[in-house]
């Protein structure tokens, strides 16, 4: 029986939420002030995990960002257990493609300078000493339906993550998140609330991170929400995060579970009103219509499967278009069959990169067999839990040992992003990236107006201010001038020339500075900051040499910098430098090359979270043989889903002849198998919840 949590005395948590914006083009959020505070309640509770008060700061509607970067750089650095960062509010982007975070008095029109870039909290996270580190975020990346959080549409490829950490994301970067009028919270937090406050009855004493994500995927998905996103290794996803209040309700008389609030429906409801059979059948059919499109295209290289979807059968239902009545044709029924599997689909491509046929013909399996039980009698509410509990039980299985996993080389690597996606430039650039710095330390982006197609790097130091000396917080530069003297000597005149021809801040890297040099700056440059570095074996002259640009200057310029009290954190062009956690972004210059970029990297840090396995349809047959034998109908039926790729696998083996049938299984990230038993299973809930 697992009794360990984290160490509350040795943790620290960071509520950022934004209710109220100074500019009207963020309409207010009423619901994240709830968010924020209901959050701080269940953290601190002992009965779940008992942060102390003072190691859990909630920071609403502060208008400066700097305030925001303060609080969470004291926390991060007091952190040495676990380390929490929420944040709930208005998402947008700058015009480079940045996620920036607005605050109270952002200015919509200059976010890259007015909001908090999220890139700054990822670098602060990155760096914290905590030995795991949770990011929630709350925010869209695109308008949708009912009150969205964000209004313009764009792809955040790989800009989240930070290497040990574990993120949870609300929506993809393609949809809206929500805040539904009238609600207490916005439904994202609402529903990983509702779990925490009544647990869950089919899982242990203690609830993981990845038992979090996949029961508020399942929620989400059920009410016809934006599915989350996921982000983080599978080791960091088993951390045992809070006590599962469902778990001791089995053990202790007590009062009955925690009612669901009035604007927060029952999540184990399979639907608010009954569904026809009618409908049931219409919509498997448009599952079933969709499934045999995909199905031949299971484990080919060839032909991509969800092209081969949108072009059989074009997509005709917007996914923000209102629920179907029930009273709906029999083709508009099938035509939320057919998206339920293109969503499916396109889900598993964004968060893996690879997997979605495979996620397609397990929704397949279930919705046939789940049909058959209902036209038999079988109540869906009934069923709903069922299934998504075997899910669960079957997922587990899919996990590595931490002890045994092995890490796959630059070579298996290649094999398996070659395999789901073939040879492209793009994906060549990613898997260089991720060969020198990791998959977790990589991101993608388009090209800017003025920048080439290639590589770009971020750095981070360990250093101490020197200038300015009373500085308390955070320090934020936007395209600084770098310098770096390895003994302290500036050549003043030609940095007041390059200060006045095209004025910025001015980060300077070395041992010390006369006040004399620093006041003959101050008036060149709009804000100067000086730090020493803190390692006594740092070449500063072979960095000097190496951040120099050709022309010879002794000088560069940066994106942006970072300086707390003890890293710098560099952003800049050239990637050539060989330093300690280091980030690479790999910009392209087109959608289309950014769309296999994506993906690429999607599949490069699955098959880092658990490494490869010999196929996903014969690592998802071996777990559902593994387990016990099937105790029900659901149980069964799960079993026959997770099994369903790996026999049509060796059927197809089997017709191709002996010379195929002898070839070797393609190389799949075991994370992907995973992810697509789990949301196959999130869409088979939203089915017996009729599929609106």
């Given at each position: 029986?697992a009794?360990?949590?984290?160490?509350?005395?040795?943790?620290?948590?960071?509520?950022?939420g934004?209710?109220?914006?100074?500019?009207?083009?963020?309409?207010?959020?009423?619901?994240?002030?709830?968010?924020?505070?209901?959050?701080?309640?269940?953290?601190?509770?002992?009965?779940?995990?008992?942060l102390?008060?003072?190691?859990?700061?909630?920071?609403?509607?502060r208008?400066?960002?700097?305030?925001?970067?303060?609080?969470?750089?004291?926390?991060?650095?007091a952190?040495?257990?676990?380390?929490?960062?929420?944040?709930?509010?208005?998402?947008?982007?700058?015009?480079d493609?940045?996620?920036?975070?607005?605050?109270?008095?952002?200015?919509?029109?200059?976010?890259?300078?007015?909001?908090?870039?999220?890139?700054?909290?990822r670098?602060?996270?990155?760096?914290?000493?905590?030995?795991?580190?949770?990011?929630?975020?709350?925010?869209?990346?695109?308008?949708?339906a009912?009150?969205a959080?964000?209004?313009?549409a764009?792809t955040?490829?790989?800009?989240?993550?930070?290497?040990?950490?574990?993120i949870?994301?609300s929506?993809?970067?393609?949809?809206?998140?929500?805040?539904?009028?009238?609600?207490?919270?916005?439904?994202?937090?609402?529903?990983?609330?509702?779990?925490l406050?009544?647990g869950?009855?089919s899982?242990?004493?203690?609830?993981?991170?990845?038992?979090?994500?996949?029961?508020?995927?399942?929620?989400?998905?059920?009410?016809?929400?934006?599915?989350?996103?996921?982000?983080?290794?599978?080791?960091?996803?088993?951390?045992?995060?809070?006590?599962n209040?469902?778990?001791?309700?089995r053990?202790?008389?007590?009062?009955?579970?925690?009612?669901?609030?009035?604007?927060?429906?029952?999540?184990?409801?399979?639907?608010?009103?009954?569904?026809?059979?009618?409908?049931?059948r219409?919509?498997?059919?448009?599952?079933?219509a969709?499934?045999?499109?995909?199905?031949?295209l299971?484990?080919?290289?060839?032909?991509?499967?969800?092209?081969?979807?949108?072009?059989a059968?074009?997509?005709?239902?917007?996914?923000?278009?209102?629920?179907?009545?029930?009273?709906?044709?029999?083709?508009?029924?099938?035509?939320?069959?057919?998206?339920?599997?293109?969503?499916?689909?396109?889900?598993?491509?964004?968060?893996?990169?690879?997997?979605?046929t495979t996620?397609?013909?397990?929704?397949?399996?279930?919705?046939?067999?789940?049909?058959?039980?209902l036209?038999?009698?079988?109540?869906?509410?009934?069923?709903d839990?069922?299934?998504?509990?075997?899910?669960?039980?079957?997922?587990?299985r899919?996990?590595?040992?931490p002890?045994?996993?092995?890490?796959?080389?630059?070579?298996?690597?290649r094999?398996?992003?070659?395999?789901?996606?073939?040879a492209?430039?793009?994906?060549?650039?990613?898997?260089a990236?991720?060969?020198?710095?990791?998959?977790?330390n990589?991101?993608?982006?388009l090209?800017?107006?003025?920048?080439?197609a290639?590589?770009?790097?971020?750095?981070?130091?360990?250093?101490t201010?020197?200038a300015?000396?009373?500085?308390?917080?955070p320090?934020?530069?936007?395209?600084?001038?770098?310098?770096?003297?390895?003994d302290?000597?500036l050549?003043?005149?030609?940095?007041?020339a390059?200060?006045?021809?095209?004025?910025?801040?001015?980060?300077?890297?070395?041992?010390?500075?006369?006040?004399?040099?620093?006041?003959?700056?101050?008036?060149?440059?709009?804000?100067?900051?000086?730090?020493?570095?803190?390692?006594p074996?740092?070449?500063?002259?072979?960095?000097?040499?190496r951040?120099?640009p050709?022309?010879?200057?002794?000088?560069?310029?940066?994106?942006?910098?970072?300086?707390?009290?003890?890293?710098?954190?560099i952003?800049?062009?050239?990637?050539?430098?060989?330093?300690s956690?280091?980030r690479?972004?790999v910009?392209?210059s087109?959608p289309?090359?950014?769309a296999?970029?994506?993906?690429?990297?999607?599949i490069?840090?699955?098959?880092?979270d658990?490494?490869?396995?010999?196929?996903a349809?014969?690592?998802l047959f071996?777990?559902a043989?593994?387990?016990?034998?099937?105790?029900?109908?659901?149980?069964?039926?799960?079993?026959?889903?997770a099994?369903?790729?790996?026999?049509?696998?060796?059927?197809?083996?089997?017709?191709?002849?002996?010379g195929?049938?002898?070839?070797?299984?393609?190389?799949?990230?075991?994370?992907?198998a995973?992810?697509a038993l789990?949301?196959?299973?999130?869409?088979?809930s939203?089915?017996?919840?009729g599929?609106p």
């Amino acid at each position: 029986m697992a009794t360990s949590l984290a160490d509350p005395a040795a943790s620290a948590a960071v509520l950022i939420g934004g209710s109220t914006y100074r500019d009207a083009r963020f309409p207010p959020l009423p619901s994240v002030a709830n968010n924020v505070a209901d959050l701080r309640a269940v953290l601190t509770d002992t009965t779940m995990w008992g942060l102390p008060e003072e190691r859990c700061r909630a920071l609403l509607d502060r208008t400066d960002p700097n305030e925001l970067l303060e609080a969470l750089d004291q926390l991060a650095r007091a952190a040495l257990d676990t380390l929490v960062v929420y944040y709930a509010g208005h998402g947008t982007v700058t015009r480079d493609g940045d996620l920036v975070l607005p605050t109270w008095s952002t200015i919509p029109d200059l976010p890259k300078y007015t909001a908090l870039p999220y890139s700054h909290i990822r670098d602060i996270v990155g760096i914290s000493r905590a030995q795991r580190r949770i990011v929630v975020l709350d925010c869209c990346f695109s308008g949708r339906a009912l009150r969205a959080m964000a209004e313009e549409a764009t792809t955040i490829a790989g800009q989240l993550d930070a290497e040990g950490t574990f993120i949870m994301t609300s929506a993809p970067a393609t949809s809206g998140s929500i805040a539904p009028e009238g609600a207490r919270n916005t439904a994202f937090t609402g529903e990983l609330l509702g779990i925490l406050r009544n647990g869950v009855p089919s899982l242990g004493e203690l609830l993981c991170l990845d038992d979090l994500y996949d029961q508020a995927l399942t929620a989400m998905v059920r009410r016809g929400w934006p599915r989350p996103q996921r982000l983080g290794t599978n080791t960091v996803g088993k951390f045992r995060f809070l006590r599962n209040r469902a778990w001791f309700r089995r053990l202790l008389p007590g009062p009955a579970p925690d009612q669901p609030a009035p604007d927060q429906p029952d999540r184990h409801a399979a639907a608010d009103k009954p569904t026809s059979l009618t409908r049931y059948r219409h919509v498997a059919a448009g599952v079933r219509a969709a499934v045999g499109v995909v199905t031949p295209l299971l484990g080919s290289p060839g032909r991509d499967s969800l092209t081969a979807l949108d072009d059989a059968l074009p997509d005709s239902v917007p996914p923000a278009s209102p629920p179907a009545s029930p009273a709906a044709s029999a083709p508009a029924l099938e035509q939320i069959g057919v998206a339920l599997v293109r969503e499916t689909m396109r889900a598993m491509r964004a968060q893996y990169g690879d997997g979605a046929t495979t996620a397609a013909v397990i929704l397949g399996t279930l919705v046939d067999g789940l049909w058959s039980l209902l036209s038999e009698g079988a109540d869906p509410g009934d069923l709903d839990p069922e299934v998504t509990a075997s899910a669960a039980s079957l997922t587990a299985r899919l996990t590595p040992d931490p002890a045994t996993a092995i890490t796959p080389d630059t070579t298996e690597l290649r094999t398996a992003i070659r395999e789901a996606i073939g040879a492209h430039e793009a994906a060549e650039s990613v898997m260089a990236a991720v060969a020198a710095v990791g998959a977790r330390n990589v991101e993608v982006a388009l090209a800017g107006a003025e920048e080439a197609a290639g590589t770009r790097g971020t750095f981070t130091l360990d250093t101490t201010v020197l200038a300015p000396n009373s500085t308390t917080g955070p320090i934020s530069l936007e395209n600084p001038l770098i310098v770096v003297s390895p003994d302290g000597e500036l050549d003043i005149r030609a940095l007041v020339a390059a200060g006045r021809e095209a004025p910025s801040a001015l980060l300077i890297i070395a041992p010390k500075v006369s006040i004399h040099a620093a006041r003959s700056l101050l008036h060149a440059f709009s804000r100067m900051v000086v730090v020493r570095p803190a390692a006594p074996g740092l070449d500063l002259a072979a960095l000097r040499d190496r951040i120099s640009p050709a022309d010879g200057s002794d000088w560069c310029r940066a994106r942006r910098a970072l300086v707390l009290a003890t890293t710098t954190t560099i952003e800049r062009p050239p990637a050539d430098l060989d330093l300690s956690r280091n980030r690479l972004t790999v910009t392209v210059s087109s959608p289309e090359s950014l769309a296999i970029a994506t993906r690429a990297l999607a599949i490069a840090r699955s098959v880092t979270d658990s490494g490869l396995v010999a196929g996903a349809g014969a690592a998802l047959f071996a777990a559902a043989r593994a387990g016990d034998t099937p105790a029900s109908a659901a149980d069964a039926l799960v079993v026959a889903a997770a099994c369903a790729p790996y026999h049509l696998l060796r059927s197809a083996s089997r017709a191709a002849g002996p010379g195929e049938a002898s070839a070797p299984p393609a190389a799949d990230p075991l994370a992907t198998a995973r992810g697509a038993l789990m949301h196959a299973t999130a869409s088979a809930s939203r089915y017996l919840a009729g599929a609106p």
